[in-house]
């Protein structure tokens, strides 16, 4: 495939008399201790493909960016550290989102030639044809850029909206509530953002703990090892990604995963039985049972839960930031999940898991993460999720349909499944795997074949 770059664009948010920036020329925003553990990651990147065989150059040009770009603007305005970057102050004992007068989101407009069907698919699609549609997220020592955009059309085929976002500026609920509050935006023609999908800034409601602060600090800098530069904010070494790792999108319908659950309930009625649970451990044990290899060697799966409505008092829904706490389990051998009994034991494990987040206690955070990350370089398979079933991802119609299809192509960063709701039913769910073909061709006969049994 080709992609010709046609321009990058700074696109401000509209001029606002109301707007904190009019005043002090700054805004200055502490991460606090939710988003410092991601302060090192790469971004989250999702794609959005709008299928629209009306899109030509003509099209694009005059009707879909500039449209795109005036309700961006528009939308900022309650989304200014969106435009801004992470910076770390020598004075100060943490990083911020810093916004001043004039910063911008980068969108780059783009053309491609590639295949609009297949990319959109899903069946298996080189990764490295799927970043083509994706921005950069400009970081350096000194200063990370919060998120960025790029709009690529496939003439007469439809479009692509990429975006990248810093995952400690923002988790995925506040990410795809941005999204969709564009879309709206958009859509509508509106000048101002509904009551409902406006964000809450109401940091003070996240007590300050200057030591769980600290001890996050802590965390992600024995994570990188270089003790240089302890306030360098460019992010862990890439993972090197050759050109036969490829994305495929699995499939779990209603019916699925009904009769996944009817052969736990079997076993026990106590268990917490969500699309969700089920999922997630029917997928890791055929993710498991594909690698094979020695039946001891050590495993661990990890996701994080939505902290906002288990915080005690709660957060607005609304919430900006990061709110997920991490729940895991570690250096289990493979031979559990591998056996007969193994989605069972899988489902047993992130129920309990589930069902223990709520009385988690906030003083905890940091040790959780720091459990959590270390064995991921010690375990042979590390599972993680991306994204959420209840994100709504598919609602992110801008004007043109809603998306034929969202991507989380940063999932191949890790051993990261994602997950969403099924664009077309209720109650199913979407799975993306990221992994070489030849691992993808020994994975998706388990995955296919375990469902008829
Ligand atoms: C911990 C969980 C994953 C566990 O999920 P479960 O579905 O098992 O459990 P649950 O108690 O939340 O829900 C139980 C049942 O109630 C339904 N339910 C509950 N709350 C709901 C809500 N607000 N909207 C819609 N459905 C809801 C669920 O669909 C489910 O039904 P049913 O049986 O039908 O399923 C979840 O609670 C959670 O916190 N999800 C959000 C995780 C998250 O924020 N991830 C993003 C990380 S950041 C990231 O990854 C980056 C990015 O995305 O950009």
Redesign the pocket.
């Known amino acids: 495939m080709t992609l010709r770059i046609i321009e990058t664009a700074r696109v401000t948010p509209a001029v606002d008399s109301d707007s904190v920036l009019n005043s002090a020329n700054s805004l200055t925003i502490p991460l606090t201790f939710f988003d410092l553990p991601w302060l090192l990651f790469h971004p989250?990147k999702r794609v959005f493909f709008y299928k629209l065989t009306e899109s030509t150059r003509e099209h694009f040009n005059s009707i879909i960016v500039p449209k795109l770009k005036l309700s961006l603007s528009l939308v900022l305005r309650n989304y200014l550290p969106l435009t801004g970057c992470v910076t770390w102050n020598p004075n100060e004992p943490k990083p911020s989102i810093v916004v001043t007068q004039n910063d911008a989101v980068l969108v780059t407009i783009a053309e491609t030639n590639a295949d609009f069907s297949h990319l959109s698919g899903y069946g298996q699609r080189p990764v490295s044809e799927l970043h083509a549609l994706l921005p950069k997220l400009p970081v350096s020592d000194d200063s990370a850029t919060a998120f960025s955009i790029q709009i690529t059309l496939f003439p007469n085929q439809g479009f692509t909206i990429g975006v990248a976002?810093h995952?400690a500026v923002l988790?995925?609920?506040t990410?795809s509530m941005f999204i969709k509050t564009w879309a709206c935006i958009c859509k509508q023609q509106l000048q101002n953002i509904p009551e409902t999908l406006t964000p809450s800034y109401d940091r003070p409601l996240i007590k300050d703990m200057i030591e769980l602060d600290e001890n996050m600090i802590e965390m992600v800098r024995s994570l990188k090892g270089d003790k240089t530069n302890i306030r360098s904010l460019t992010p862990f070494p890439a993972r090197e990604l050759g050109d036969d790792v490829v994305l495929a999108t699995l499939v779990l319908s209603r019916d699925d995963i009904k009769r996944l659950r009817e052969r736990v309930k079997s076993v026990s009625l106590t268990l917490?039985l969500?699309?969700?649970?089920i999922a997630y451990a029917y997928t890791w044990t055929c993710f498991v049972k594909a690698r094979g290899g020695n039946r001891e060697r050590s495993v661990s799966l990890l996701?994080?839960?939505?902290f906002r409505e288990r915080l005690d008092p709660k957060l607005p829904v609304n919430y900006f930031g990061n709110c997920?706490f991490p729940a895991g389990c570690y250096n289990r051998k493979a031979v559990e999940f591998m056996e007969e009994k193994g989605f069972v034991t899988a489902v047993e494990i992130i129920s309990d898991l589930?069902k223990g987040?709520s009385s988690r206690k906030v003083e905890t955070i940091a040790e959780s993460f720091a459990e959590g990350f270390s064995f991921a370089s010690r375990s042979t398979q590390f599972g993680t999720i991306?994204?959420?079933?209840?994100f709504g991802i598919y609602e992110s119609d801008f004007g043109w349909g809603r998306p034929v299809k969202v991507d989380?192509v940063s999932i191949d960063q890790g051993e990261a499944i994602s997950m969403a709701e099924r664009r077309d039913e209720s109650?199913g769910v979407e799975i993306g795997m990221c992994l070489k073909k030849s691992e993808m061709d020994m994975f998706l006969p388990f995955f296919n074949n375990d469902l008829q049994s």
């Open positions: 989250v976002a995952h988790d995925g609920k990410s917490h969500s699309t969700f649970v996701f994080v839960g939505d997920v589930v987040l991306a994204g959420s079933t209840r989380i109650g």
